[in-house]
């Protein structure tokens, strides 16, 4: 049974940071890509981050260069760092694990404002 369980997330000033970590139980969960979406009040769910494996890594083009995304697989945890943050970053952020199958978290809310 593979479950996600993200933390961190939080109310932020804009330009400020967050560090949201993802834990994940389940076989052999280290051999796949984990990831991280986001879904804004109203809007689509969408990528932000992806890390393979093997480190390799993914960015939504409005996130490279403010978020970085990690892994550590001897922990089965994913995080993502977010800096320079952006009121219209606010969003229920979303732990993904891609098995060929989408395992999902159950959302961590991050509100960025004034």
């Known amino acids: 049974q593979v479950q996600l369980v993200e933390s961190g997330g939080g109310l ?3 330009g400020g940071s967050l560090r949201l970590s993802c834990t994940t139980s389940g076989t052999l969960v280290g051999i796949y890509a984990l990831g991280w979406y986001r ?3 109203g809007k689509q769910r ?3 981050a992806t890390i393979t494996s093997g480190g390799s890594t993914n960015y939504a083009d409005s996130m490279k260069g403010r978020f970085t995304i990690s892994r550590d697989n001897a922990k089965n945890t994913v995080y993502l760092q977010m800096n320079s943050l952006k009121p219209e970053d606010t969003a229920v952020y979303y732990c993904n694990l ?4 989408m395992y999902w978290g159950q959302g961590t809310q991050v509100t960025v404002s004034s």
């Open 12 to 14: 932020v000033q804009p």
């Open 98 to 101: 891609n098995t060929g199958r």
């Open 46 to 48: 969408e990528l932000v």
């Open 39 to 41: 879904q804004a009040p």
